[in-house]
Nanobody
Framework: QVHVVESGGGLVQPGGSLRLSCAASGRIFSIYAMGWYRQAPGKQRELVADITSGGSTNYADSVKGRFTISRDNAKNTVYLEMNSLKPEDTAVYYC???????????????WGQGTQVTVSS
């Protein structure tokens, strides 16, 4: 019903930068929040950053000061600017879209397929 597509991943050297993009499409009435999660091999998926449609942001301590999340509500798009990348940032990054269910106060999560970010020299 809601399609989520990430892009922008790739291979970068430590200290480098990447910008991830995520676009949501489909039957969307209103998006409450969009965010980025990541999952490294052998580890649980963890929150990286999220942002509400009103602009409130939340960051994992490990990326605070290095990553910046932003959004374009008109385009249903969220971005993650990643600077000063470290090898420990290597993971598959997933976009999460939390939509408001029409005529209710409930929310529904949708996920993208993920984009690989590899930080290595």
């Amino acid at each position: 019903q809601v399609h989520v597509v990430e892009s922008g991943g790739g291979l970068v050297q430590p200290g480098g930068s990447l910008r991830l993009s995520c676009a949501a499409s489909g039957r969307i009435f209103s998006i409450y929040a969009m965010g980025w999660y990541r999952q490294a091999p052998g580890k649980q998926r963890e929150l990286v950053a999220d942002i509400t449609s009103g602009g409130s942001t939340n960051y994992a301590d490990s990326v605070k000061g290095r990553f910046t999340i932003s959004r374009d509500n008109a385009k249903n798009t969220v971005y993650l600017e990643m600077n000063s990348l470290k090898p420990e940032d290597t993971a598959v990054y997933y976009c999460n879209v939390e939509v408001l269910v029409l005529f209710t106060t409930s929310r529904q999560d949708y996920w993208g397929q993920g984009t690989q970010v590899t930080v290595s020299s």
